[in-house]
């Protein structure tokens, strides 16, 4: 008896029903990003495990509970990359680009985390990622802000907002970390077993738990923006006027601390409250030690990372179901000659008129079949050719989203004669 095969769990088909909507994100953001300057790249789905660990930071959940690791034959360990930025710091380096260049790039593209799957948040799951190096004020981050905001504007949703904060320096924060494991070390026993191994590794990772039993003893907690080092103040001082001098809204929030250990200073995160629990949609921040980090130059860095599937569920909300363009024109052909000749038709035409969209019938069929599948596709008209038509050397054209009488084309003349046609049944 054969076994139905199933989906590994977590890991989600998208279905051609569902792709229009995918391919309007991906359609804006392409425009959007180029128009902000910024450059495509591609970068493996595999990296070694280490890079993640450096990176990342061995104490988050991703490193210790979610990345899909495996090891080779030669004891070589790989992951499937849980995120991008790490990804594209480490070609920066490798590639050589770097050397005191202003880098703006993005990427997209499947990453894999194993977590509990819930509402539009899957194993595998698709992020683009945008990333600026080289760029040391507080301008660049307000630019990436703009443009995020731009984006849900050109998208049509209103159910976001902006939640801002800055994690100041390095040396800051570690001072800022002893006066945190005080206040958690005389709250010892409201911790959980996750939150006291992290008090000596990385506490401020407790300031993130989402143990409800937790909740108010971390609200209790020292504010990390009451011990930010003057640089980083100023810095996030900027930033905040040039948002509003460019009329963003935001939240200052001090427990916005990210889930990577890589951050520092400037981190935001855009929320909606239209998709239950799963709030955040797009999230990011600066990273100006990361690159010294994993071997290369110093050199200051921002970048975020938007979640596809919550973006496109957002989409739908707001926009209603999106249909894939139905084609302009589909081509009904009843008998051999007929067939043949109805390809070389629509192989013409789009050559001639290469922005038409034209389907042509495939596996056969009588007229009757023939214009029920010409009907269901959508198309505005259908170019009917039979034996009849064939030996005239015409095809007959039939609209088909409203009344209209057929009419008749010279097949010489059909690529001057179709848009016409067209135009006047959009009328």
């Known amino acids: 008896m054969s076994v139905t095969p199933a989906a590994v769990r977590g890991m989600n088909d998208v279905l051609p029903a569902d792709i229009a909507a995918w391919q309007l994100l991906e359609r804006t953001t392409r425009e959007l990003f180029a128009a902000y ?14 890079l993640f660990k450096r990176a990342i930071g061995e104490y988050t959940d991703i490193v210790e509970k979610e990345m899909y690791t495996f090891s080779m034959g030669d004891g070589e360990s790989l992951t499937l990359r849980p995120e991008a930025t790490a990804g594209i710091v480490r070609a920066a380096i490798t590639n050589g680009m770097l050397r005191g260049a202003r880098l703006k790039l993005w990427t997209s593209g499947p990453m894999f985390r194993h977590e509990k799957p819930q509402k539009e948040r899957y194993r595998q799951f698709y992020q683009m990622d945008v990333e600026a190096l080289g760029f040391p ?24 907002q902006l939640k801002l904060n800055s994690l100041g320096t390095p040396e800051s924060r570690q001072a800022y970390r002893a006066v945190l494991v005080r206040y958690f070390e005389q709250h010892a026993d409201v911790l959980d077993e996750d939150s006291r191994r992290r008090l000596t590794g990385n506490p401020l990772r407790i ?70 629990s799963q709030g955040a949609i797009c999230s990011g921040g600066r990273y100006d030690g990361l690159i010294t980090q994993l071997g290369g130059e110093a050199t200051p860095a ?52 290469p922005a038409l969209r034209i389907e042509v019938n495939m596996g056969g069929g009588n007229f009757k079949a023939q214009f029920r599948r010409a009907d269901r596709s959508g198309a505005a008209l259908a170019l009917v050719l039979g034996e009849d038509e064939l030996a005239r050397g015409v095809v007959a054209l039939k609209p088909l989203r409203q009344e209209g009488a057929q009419s008749e084309a010279a097949i010489a003349e059909l690529a001057a004669r179709l848009p016409v046609v067209l135009k006047a049944l959009e009328a």
């Open 207 to 276: 300031l993130d738990s989402k143990n409800p039993a937790m909740q108010q003893m971390i609200a209790g907690a020292p504010l990390l923006t009451e011990h930010l080092d003057a640089e980083s103040r100023a810095h996030f001082d900027g930033l905040c006027q040039m948002l509003t001098a460019m009329g963003i809204p935001f939240e200052l929030d001090p427990r916005l601390v990210r889930g990577l250990d890589y951050y520092s200073r400037t981190v935001f995160e855009w929320v909606t409250d239209a998709l239950g």
């Open 37 to 50: 300057g910024f450059q495509e790249m591609r970068v493996p789905v595999v990296e070694h495990t280490q």
């Open 302 to 353: 921002i970048g975020f990372a938007m979640g596809e599937e919550r973006v496109v569920a957002l989409i739908r909300q707001a926009q209603g179901e999106i249909l894939a363009p139905a084609p302009d024109v589909y081509v009904v052909a009843v008998g051999e000659a007929a067939v043949r000749e109805a390809l070389v038709i629509a192989e013409q035409l789009r050559e001639a008129l």
């Open 137 to 160: 004020g507080p301008d660049i981050d307000a630019e990436m802000i703009a443009m995020s905001a731009r984006l849900w504007r050109q998208l049509g949703l209103t159910r976001v």
